[in-house]
């Protein structure tokens, strides 16, 4: 028997079993003795039948038989009666009074029976006992019963996650036949020695001795240690190597001067923020360094990441590279929305307008570039031909665009900087897309608002070095999140009210509705925005302009309502969750989230980032008819927590460990995701990962490793 061997060359599989097997991805041996117990189960507390005494109070575990019913010969009261056997003795169990219990039960049937021992000496029966039906019993009690073997000394068995067709006892039975065939012996294992010495964890051969046939609690508990940092060791591992591959990548690097850099940030309308500053002497550590820079920025809503962005590319755009052949390099900023993608050319045209820099916009509506020729205030619009072919001979600097930037037709001349905002909602391949429109590696910049928790964010960004922006803006206040049943929805339309009053404008964000067809789920998110604009404009707000925004609508019809809300033409906005990113309209301070426990809180906290942005007290109305306590609480975490990274922690604590953001869809075990909770495993993950990955970049002395982190889905996605 060989690790590699499948299932089917050493048992027989029924259908069922090859069905069930199939959707837990089991072919092979290694696979079945690397599907794990899911929790144990002690049984030290559990009595044997044979050893009950008269008087006490017993629980037991059995097959149930001789079911009959009958009246008592004096009494005339009905009684049903049957025994339990557990392999060690049968008794007698009676039942008085429950005549119809005999006929909710069946002989052979596995059961948990607790009642008191009474009766006389030799005729011993269990009164009345409260029974339980099981689909399996424990597993030495199985066995005593029905193969007659030894019990086993553990007082802890495992319990397998079950499937349709499939019993966690089959599990058992059949890694138990594995090992008594040797297994264990012909099995290599893929973690270093003197690494899994030094985290004090057993070798594979003992962990899977122990985790499957535990012989004690600690036993069990080592060995689902050594296979979480395993499974987390094979995941920084893949990320090592990417990260290791990019920057073994020749790329450009230059100094820039600090002079140079002041007189751009002398010009923004603000003081940075210290986090600002800070975020700013990584990125230009990095670019001056010999390679690639892979760097997130990660920073709630509001905190000024495209302060940061614009400084970054106005240091590549003007800078003089000392390699003479590369001429003046370019900037690529790919932000995931077109309203977005537009907000930051704005934001550009701004801070660039003094310099002889051009900038180009590209999205799938069309083109635009500034200055323009004619009016250097203003940008012109132009042909998509038109601008590639600038793009591409190094007239354009800077190219802010959508997805449309990664389109085989946009070549640059010397692409040296790419900026990702918002980074989550590309994929990798499209990050990595970006990137590959040079020969040379350019510097990547990734940008998120979507606070993770730090152990999430080494794991999933683990080839990616982390800046925090971690201080908002001076003269923020906080929002003022308020929950809101709709009981009470009147007080908070007259305090909305009231700021409208006083000049200010709202969001109105409606439920998300998740359907398993995107499209569907499109149709019914727009068809729900546009009924309570409705609803809003004809009960609520007669007096004011709503304007709604949802994903069905076209680009251009997007963009002039937006415009229009950005100018205050629309006071009211209701819109989906999910069409827009980032938007920034300072003088928008309220917002109402519809259907709140829809959300994650992430994703709450993103929506109630809309309405930081300016010096005016916000407000945030989350609105729940949820009457669930754990909603509640949930919801509640979002008006106290102070920052994003606080409410990451939350979400963290909140969510059961099978569903910790997009990780659900990445492959990890349980174990793997109950570790990624652990801060010291995964950070020792990391470096013993980097490490290797110095040592061996290739992993050729580590083919076992090699293999796994190849298999490794390293993607995953946040929501
Ligand atoms: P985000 O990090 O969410 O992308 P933005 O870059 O859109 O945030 O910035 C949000 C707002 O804060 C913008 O209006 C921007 O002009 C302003 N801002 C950025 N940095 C500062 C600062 N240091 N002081 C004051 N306002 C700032
Ligand atoms: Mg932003």
């Known amino acids: 028997m060989l690790p590699t061997d499948p299932l089917t060359k050493h048992f027989r599989i029924d259908v069922d079993h090859a069905r069930a097997l199939k959707r837990l991805h089991i072919e092979t041996i290694e696979d079945l003795l690397y599907h794990l117990p899911e929790r144990y189960e002690d049984i030290s507390d559990i009595q044997s039948v044979g050893g009950l005494v008269k008087g006490q109070d017993a629980v037991v575990f059995g097959v149930i038989g001789g079911l009959k019913t009958r009246k008592g010969w004096r009494s005339r009261t009905p009684i049903a009666e049957g025994w339990i056997e557990d392999g060690s003795a049968r008794m007698k169990v009676m039942w008085f009074n429950q005549p119809y219990l005999a006929k909710m039960l069946t002989n052979g049937m596995y059961v948990k029976l607790a009642g008191k021992i009474t009766g006389s000496e030799g005729k011993l029966y269990i009164a009345n006992p409260e029974i339980e039906k099981l689909d399996s019993l424990p597993i030495d009690r199985h066995d005593s019963i029905f193969n007659g073997s030894e019990q086993l000394d553990e007082t802890i068995y495992p319990v397998y996650r079950e499937t349709k067709g499939i019993t966690s006892k089959w599990f058992f039975h059949t890694v138990q036949k594995c090992f008594e065939r040797g297994i264990l012996d012909s099995m290599t294992d893929p973690i270093p020695e003197d690494l899994l010495n030094r985290y004090n964890l057993p070798v594979l051969g003992t962990a ?237 910049l990734s940008m998120t608002a979507t606070p993770i928790p730090r152990t999430l964010a080494l794991t999933a960004y683990g080839d990616l070095d982390i800046t925090l922006l971690d201080e908002m803006p001076k003269g923020r206040k906080p929002v003022i999140t308020k929950l809101v049943t709709k009981d009470v929805q009147g007080k908070m339309y007259e305090h909305v009210r009231a700021e409208l ?120 109305f989350a609105v729940s008819d949820s009457g669930s306590e754990k909603t509640k609480e949930r919801l509640k975490a979002l008006s106290s927590a102070k920052n994003g990274f606080e409410l990451a922690e939350h979400d963290l604590s909140f969510r059961g460990s099978g569903d910790l953001y997009g990780f659900r869809q990445s492959g990890l075990s349980d174990i793997g995701m109950e570790a990624l909770k652990n801060i010291k495993l995964v950070e020792a993950a990391r470096s013993e990962a980097r490490n290797l990955i110095e040592k061996d970049p290739e992993l050729t002395k580590h083919p076992l490793i090699r293999a796994r982190v190849t298999d490794i889905t390293t993607d995953l996605h946040m929501e």
């Open 208 to 444: 899977l001795q122990w985790i499957h046939t535990p012989k004690k609690a600690t036993h069990a508990q080592s060995a689902r240690k050594r296979f979480a940092f395993e499974e987390v060791f094979y995941i920084q591992t893949a990320k090592a190597r990417e990260r290791a591959l990019s920057d073994s990548a020749a790329t450009y690097s230059f100094k820039t001067d600090k002079a140079h850099l002041d007189a751009f940030i002398e010009r923004f309308p603000f003081p940075l923020t210290n986090a600002q500053t800070k975020a700013l002497r990584d990125i230009f550590g990095d670019i001056a360094g010999s390679h690639a820079m892979s760097r997130l920025l990660e920073g709630d809503v509001g905190s000024g990441k495209t302060a940061v962005a614009a400084t970054a590319a106005y240091a590549v755009s003007t800078s003089r590279p000392h390699d003479k052949d590369w001429g003046n390099l370019q900037v690529a900023y790919m932000a995931p929305t077109e309203i977005l993608a537009k907000q930051h050319f704005e934001s550009f045209i701004e801070y660039f307008k003094h310099l002889p820099i051009q900038i180009g916009l590209i999205t799938g509506s069309g083109c635009m570039k500034f200055p323009s020729k004619v009016n250097p205030e203003k940008p012109t619009t132009m042909s998509k031909a038109q601008l590639l072919k600038w793009v591409k001979n190094g007239e354009i600097p800077i190219l802010i665009g959508t997805h449309a930037l990664i389109y085989k037709s946009v070549e640059f001349k010397h692409l040296a900087l790419a900026i990702i905002d918002e980074q989550h909602r590309f994929g990798t391949n499209q990050r990595k897309a970006l990137a590959k429109k040079d020969q040379r590696m350019p510097h990547l």
């Open 501 to 620: 009053a006083s000049g200010r404008q709202a969001y109105v964000i409606c439920p998300r509705i998740a359907e398993p067809d995107p499209d569907k789920e499109t149709a019914i998110n727009a068809k729900s925005v546009t009924e309570e604009a409705k609803r809003l404009k004809e009960k609520v707000f007669p007096e004011y302009t709503i304007g709604v925004l949802h994903g069905k609508m076209r680009p251009a019809e997007k963009d002039s309502v937006m415009q229009r809300f950005a100018s205050h033409e629309i006071d009211i906005l209701v819109a989906t969750s999910v069409v827009e990113v980032g938007v920034n309209v300072p003088n928008a301070t309220n917002i109402i989230i519809e259907g709140a426990e829809r959300f994650g809180l992430a994703q709450l906290h993103q929506l109630r980032g809309r309405v930081i942005r300016s010096t005016h007290q916000a407000y945030c």
